[in-house]
């Protein structure tokens, strides 16, 4: 019985937030934020080729850490340098 009891329990409370994520959304599309609704407006494309040039290379140093790979069954390995 109390095994029963705990599955409701667990069903209901997946049931509820599933109920509020979907109620979020739509809250969301009634009312995009002001920067999506710009994007959606203007089109990817348009809005991406209007983003400055930046060098990225100066953002980040690539010599620094450690570099590693993903294997599945093991997760993250390093690699040789």
Do not use: C, I
């Amino acid at each position: 019985m109390e095994e029963n009891r705990s599955r409701f329990v667990l069903d209901a409370v997946k049931q509820e937030l599933r109920r509020r994520r979907r109620a979020e959304l739509k809250r969301s599309l009634r009312n995009p934020h002001p920067d999506t609704a710009q994007l959606v407006e203007t089109g990817f494309d348009e809005w991406a080729a209007a983003l400055p040039d930046e060098d990225a290379t100066g953002l980040v140093d690539l010599k620094a850490g450690t570099p590693v790979r993903w294997v599945a069954g093991r997760g993250w390995v390093e690699t040789k340098k």
